[in-house]
């Protein structure tokens, strides 16, 4: 197989296992203000107490990869992004210091409640703003002047899709993780998510399709119209059951959690369709931004053998700490 093509695709599973985990998370410190209750905002984030940091994993995962299988893209994407990754990297410290120091204090709990939430919040606008950049391309460019050119209209609408999505999965990951009164809130602030969220969707893929030549080609045209043709549907059916589970309150407390994850997922699908095969669109392949072959087949070595132990120790973080959360569980 490809040597581009594995490194892209352990990229893939970097990025889509960090979103849909981490995601949960910060969509959790996004929702925290909304929550009425002090209580709850401490049970919301206590369900998040044991695994927080270990879904960073996948950030760092993706990030390494990158770095070792295409150098070249790796170094164009933190020049031309490097404000947004700072921030994004300085929100991520205030919710882990937030996560340390909020149930050992008093008097100061109230500032790190909102450091929790700000950190949440302000960490996904600039993961967001990183995205649309990334889908809507950019221009190469050493001049300073130039630095902010990934401030447009595209990313700002991207930013705040991607707010919405992550507080979707927070609130299906507190509807799975709490009971009463809390979960009854998550309901319903997930059913305000998923709204926003399909909206988005829906004026994402029109834009793409509209400013993006290579997407529309892709999307509209046959034969690969045709096999594409399954994700918007399934996407559209992953939200009804979606709507239809959080309305009604029945069923398995795990199931909008799967169906908010699945939207995701598709969704991923239809962005990479767009994309492939440039990992800067319009700049760089995957091919003209590999790394030596050398290079890549030691690195993929170290890769082969890690990845297992990083999915071990999740599913076994997962399945311990599998319960509800109460007042009663400690950090």
Not at 20 to 33: A, H, Y
Not at 88 to 110: D, N, P, Q, W
Not at 117 to 146: D, M, N, R
Not at 207 to 217: D, E, K, N, S, T
Request: glycine share 8%; aromatic share 14%; charged share 10%.
């Amino acid at each position: 197989m490809d040597i581009a093509l594995i490194y892209l695709l352990l990229i893939a599973i970097g990025v889509l296992m960090y979103v849909l985990l981490d995601g949960f998370s910060l969509g959790v410190g996004i929702l925290s203000p909304w929550l009425n209750k002090a209580e709850d905002r401490a049970i919301a984030m206590k369900s998040l107490s044991h695994l927080w940091d270990s879904n960073q994993t996948w950030l760092v995962f993706g990030g390494v990869v990158l770095f070792a299988g295409f150098p070249k893209a790796y170094a164009t994407v933190l020049s031309q992004l490097y404000l947004p990754i700072i921030l994004m990297l300085i929100a991520l410290i205030f919710r882990g210091v937030a996560f340390e120091f909020y149930f050992k204090s008093h008097t100061s709990r109230g500032w790190w409640d909102f450091s929790f939430s700000f950190g949440s919040t302000l960490a996904t606008l600039s993961q967001g703003i990183i995205l649309g950049s990334l889908v809507q391309g950019f221009t190469l460019t050493p001049h300073a002047s130039e630095q902010i050119a990934w401030f447009t209209p595209f990313s700002l609408m991207t930013a705040i899709a991607l707010v919405c999505g992550y507080a979707l999965l927070g609130s299906c990951w507190l509807v799975r993780k709490t009971s009463g009164r809390l979960q009854v809130s998550a309901r319903r602030l997930g059913i305000i998510s998923l709204f926003a969220v399909m909206f988005f969707l829906a004026l994402v893929s029109v834009w793409m399709l509209l400013a993006q030549p290579q997407v529309f080609q892709r999307w509209l045209t046959w034969p690969t119209g045709l096999l594409l043709a399954p994700v918007p549907l399934l996407s559209a059916y992953a939200g009804l059951r979606l709507w239809q589970t959080l309305r009604s309150g029945e069923g398995n407390d795990l199931k909008p959690l799967g169906l908010a994850m699945a939207l995701f997922g598709l969704s991923f699908i239809g962005l990479a369709a767009g994309m492939f095969p440039y990992i800067i669109p319009g700049q760089l392949t995957i091919w003209e931004a590999i790394a030596p072959e050398r290079s890549t087949t030691f690195t993929l070595v170290g890769i082969v053998l890690f990845l297992p132990v990083i999915i071990a120790y999740n599913i076994y973080n997962y399945r311990v700490f599998s319960g509800k959360t109460t007042t009663q569980d400690g950090y």
